[in-house]
């Protein structure tokens, strides 16, 4: 690579640094106001799924504000952590209680990135090359996560699955509708949870119903929720603390945030697909967007 592609290269990877750290730093200011930093609970975890409280949050983001050789070692931690983070929902996936790509792989190759370029000052770059690399970089790593937890199966024993409405046609379930009932369904027959919860708009429930009662789920299993006209709806009707949430993979980081900030103990099942939606790229281009604003809303 030549010199000026390399210098280039790196602002790109400094500009991603440090907005990440500037983040991370905007991240545990909001953590004194919310039990859970949402940010540095995606990109690390204490060994067992505990998130860190704030001021964890604050000194990785000095670390990675500030490249010099001491911030290596909180770099090099992390990097560690994201490795054990990794790791155990590889186990988890090992066990049957998740499969899919874990972002803690993505947090790794981060970490251990920024913790080189700590030690290695290098070729510095333009200004106009990290603005580029924070530009891409902040909304290309909320991508990852969308993508890759929400294509992570975490199903595990319940109180209760539930599945989020999607619409209706005609007195019959919409494809993505159906596609979530049946993935729930399918949860419920298996044993996951004694409860099967339907949550959707008044005009929803009632199919949704009529779906799961063919399917063989009796009205003893049946929780209705035609009052959950969007996520935190029906988070906030649930009755219950711990959940297995079923919707299509772009819409659980945000069903997951919902449900940490109500005190929801909730495990994320993505639906099988029987096909591709029209709008997909539409409906992951909004839920980054509404992901991001539940994020900056008060609570």
């Not at 940010?39 to 000194?59: E, I, Q, T």
């Not at 790509?101 to 290098?122: D, M, Q, T």
């Not at 009632?206 to 029906?234: E, F, I, N």
Request: one cysteine or more; glycine letters at 10%.
């Amino acid at each position: 690579m030549a010199p000026s592609a390399l210098a280039a290269a790196v602002a790109v990877f400094d500009g991603l640094r440090l907005g990440v750290g500037a983040l991370l730093l905007l991240d545990a200011a909001f953590s004194l106001l919310r039990s859970d930093a949402a940010v540095l609970s995606v990109l690390l975890r204490a060994p067992g799924g505990r998130a860190f409280p704030g001021f964890a949050g604050a000194a990785l983001g000095l670390a990675l504000l500030i490249p010099r050789r001491p911030a290596s070692y909180v770099l090099c931690a992390a990097a560690v952590l994201a490795l054990v983070n990794a790791a155990e929902v590889l186990v988890l996936g090992a066990d049957g209680l998740s499969t899919g790509v874990p972002f803690s792989a993505a947090a790794f190759a981060f970490f251990a990135a920024a913790a080189l370029r700590s030690l290695h000052e290098g070729p510095v770059g333009s200004w106009l090359w990290k603005a580029a690399g924070a530009a891409v970089g902040l909304p290309l790593l909320l991508l990852t996560h969308v993508f890759t937890f929400g294509a992570t199966d975490y199903a595990r024993p319940a109180d209760a699955v539930v599945v989020f409405g999607a619409g209706v046609r005609g007195g019959e379930p919409s494809p993505a509708l159906d596609d979530r009932l049946q993935h729930g369904i399918r949860l419920w027959k298996a044993g996951c949870a004694p409860r099967l919860v339907l949550s959707g708009g008044p005009d929803e429930v009632p199919v949704m119903r009529r779906v799961a009662r063919d399917a063989g789920v009796p009205d003893s299993a049946l929780v209705l929720d035609p009052a959950g006209l969007d996520t935190r709806s029906t988070i906030r009707n649930l009755r219950v603390r711990r959940i297995v949430a079923v919707s299509h993979y772009y819409h659980l980081a945000r069903i997951k945030l919902a449900a940490a900030r109500a005190g929801v103990a909730c495990a994320t099942a993505p639906c099988r697909m029987t096909r591709r939606l029209a709008k997909e790229p539409f409906y992951v281009a909004r839920e980054c967007a509404a992901l991001l604003a539940y994020y900056l809303e008060p609570t």
